[in-house]
């Protein structure tokens, strides 16, 4: 009976996705696997702006496996230009969304304020954690969301562009530091979208219903094309010396301009995820283990 046991065991727990978790893909329609950071409105979450903006934001990181986009109606967005091919990637954003690779997902889910079609999100990473803050009031003046002012040298930011399928538009580095650190402000951006100049060819992609959407960021993709081991990518810009280490921080400093005029600031745990397969070998290693000595005991009895 045991040795059937563990026999059943080791076909569950070497199955490829016997330990992935669900994530919900599917521009918002649900948000399985995702955690809420809180209301844009919320004490801790608010950094700046407007309080008629209201949002619910949510987070994930997880390793990319087959992973595929769902719903139905079925997402806008999606595609190397903000098609219909979902993780799909072009010449510009080759090796992305590949299995194994570290994905960062933000989400918003409109509550009032301005209309989620249309607007152009934009996500300021900041690489240590240091520089974006929540406002000590709702309504204050105290926060800090603007890269202009906080961001710090190679940090970066990413939009997207609602009124055009939700594809990529921009990805701009802090080639000096903000105003606030001192200076000089220097951003530095690949030309028009990456690759041909037109393609907004990024390894990143939004998916969105109408008052939802879903940002996911491929952060070995990030690293590989725009890392510092890639000065000038493609031989666009010059100037573009590369972003930071993104997998090297174990939390990623957030600054969100979600909906209309309304800011947000949150940190991002970047946790390690063990591959699947991997996890399920350690795991019934122990259970062969433990089920192992339980069987001797008996015999010896």
Known sequence: MTKRLLLVLNTLLLAPCAFSFPISIDGGLTWTGWTS??????????????????????????????NSVSGSPAPTGGGPTGGATGFGTGSFSAGAFANGNQIAGIGVRRISGAAVSGFVPTVRFDLDNDSYRAATTVGGADGRTSFTEWSEFRDFTVQFEGANGWRGSTITMQAGNGTSYGGPYTQQWIAGGV???????????????????????????????????????????????????????????????GLGGNNVAFGMALLPVPEPRASGMLLTGILAGAAGVVFRRRRQG
Not at 40 to 49: A, D, F, I, K, T
Not at 55 to 64: A, D, L, P, S
Not at 201 to 216: E, H, K, L, N, V
Not at 235 to 242: D, I, K, R, V
Request: glycine share 12%.
């Open 37 to 66: 950071k809180g209301n844009s409105n919320q004490l801790g979450v608010y950094g700046s702006g407007t309080t008629t903006d209201v949002y619910e934001v949510f987070t994930t990181v997880f390793t990319f496996n087959n």
């Open 195 to 257: 690759g041909s100049g037109v393609s907004y060819d990024f390894p990143f992609r939004a998916f969105a219903q109408s008052d939802t959407y879903q940002m996911f960021f491929d952060l070995n993709a990030i690293k590989s094309i725009y890392g510092t081991s890639n000065p000038n990518p493609f031989g666009l810009n010059p100037n573009f010396t590369g972003v930071g280490n993104l997998t090297a921080s174990s939390t990623l400093g957030i600054s969100l301009n």
